[in-house]
């Protein structure tokens, strides 16, 4: 994506493009993530591509009024669909949550957890399916809102195992990682973000449920995904 010359005719006669943008760690590579984008949207408007879906995030820095400023692979990935957006190109925009427990915040906190290996694709047939629905709309791609609570709560029901909420320090969460400062940064306010204002900002998840729901399709709930890999957790 790197390379403009090769995106013609990689898009070329395409109705529709779904489009995933890569992080890439290392002084400056998050311009390069924005800047691939950028050049997958000007091939797509080029040859005429009528739906272009684009794997998005929420513009941390923004949601937060700066107070949040160190997530970049978020910020980058909000500035390519404001990009997109404004090329014109026909587009939906998905976001995925995660499956993740981030210790350093509250036991309210609300994570998106999507099963990202079964339930991605759900959402991109569906937009494409629905397309005429799903033009310029945000598609949250998420199972359900789940608190870290009710998270250990299943975790539970399931495994059997005893389990127990820890919030960390922020700092403490910081410096635990072993990682270089300016990532560890970014993954301390990613978890942060996920406290407030949230991972998708607060936002209801029903109207993309009901997408996938209009074409026979359903999430994977949590509790389903701990069942069908319970021996992981043995």
Same mark, same amino acid.
């Given at each position: 994506?790197?390379?403009?010359?090769?995106?013609?005719?990689?898009?070329?006669?395409?109705?529709?493009?779904?489009?995933?943008?890569?992080?890439?760690?290392?002084?400056?590579?998050?311009?390069?993530?924005?800047?691939?984008?950028?050049?997958?949207?000007?091939?797509?408007?080029?040859?005429?591509?009528?739906?272009?879906?684009?794997?998005?995030?929420?513009?941390?820095?923004?949601?937060?009024?700066?107070?949040?400023?160190?997530?970049?692979?978020?910020?980058?990935?909000?500035?390519?669909?404001?990009?997109?957006?404004?090329?014109?190109?026909?587009?939906?925009?998905?976001?995925?949550?995660?499956?993740?427990?981030? #210790?350093?915040? /509250?036991? %309210?906190?609300?994570?998106? $957890?999507?099963?990202?290996? +079964?339930?991605?694709? =759900?959402?991109?047939?569906?937009?494409?399916?629905?397309?005429?629905?799903?033009?310029?709309?945000?598609?949250?791609?998420?199972?359900?809102?789940?608190?870290?609570?009710?998270?250990?709560?299943?975790?539970?029901?399931?495994?059997?195992?005893?389990?127990?909420?820890?919030?960390?320090?922020?700092?403490?969460?910081?410096?635990?990682?072993?990682?270089?400062?300016?990532?560890?940064?970014?993954?301390?306010?990613?978890?942060?973000?996920?406290?407030?204002?949230? #991972?998708?900002? /607060?936002? %209801?998840?029903?109207?993309? $449920?009901?997408?996938?729901? +209009?074409?026979?399709? =359903?999430?994977?709930?949590?509790?389903?995904?701990?069942?069908?890999?319970?021996?992981?957790?043995?």
């Amino acid at each position: 994506m790197s390379d403009p010359s090769t995106l013609s005719a990689a898009v070329q006669g395409s109705h529709t493009v779904f489009l995933v943008t890569t992080p890439a760690w290392g002084a400056g590579a998050p311009d390069a993530e924005l800047t691939d984008g950028k050049n997958v949207a000007d091939a797509c408007k080029a040859a005429g591509v009528q739906h272009l879906v684009f794997s998005s995030l929420l513009h941390v820095t923004k949601e937060t009024g700066g107070r949040l400023k160190h997530v970049p692979r978020f910020d980058h990935k909000a500035d390519v669909e404001a990009y997109i957006r404004a090329s014109g190109v026909p587009a939906t925009f998905g976001e995925d949550g995660v499956f993740t427990l981030a #210790y350093p915040v /509250g036991a %309210d906190a609300r994570f998106p $957890l999507i099963e990202i290996g +079964e339930d991605m694709g =759900k959402y991109v047939v569906a937009s494409i399916k629905q397309r005429t629905k799903v033009l310029g709309a945000q598609v949250l791609a998420a199972a359900d809102y789940y608190t870290p609570t009710r998270i250990l709560k299943e975790f539970e029901e399931v495994t059997g195992q005893k389990t127990r909420f820890v919030q960390v320090d922020p700092q403490a969460y910081k410096a635990a990682l072993p990682m270089p400062d300016a990532i560890a940064q970014e993954l301390l306010e990613n978890h942060l973000f996920i406290g407030e204002p949230g #991972y998708f900002a /607060g936002k %209801d998840l029903k109207s993309s $449920l009901d997408l996938l729901a +209009e074409v026979g399709l =359903k999430p994977t709930s949590f509790k389903e995904y701990l069942e069908k890999n319970k021996s992981a957790f043995a």
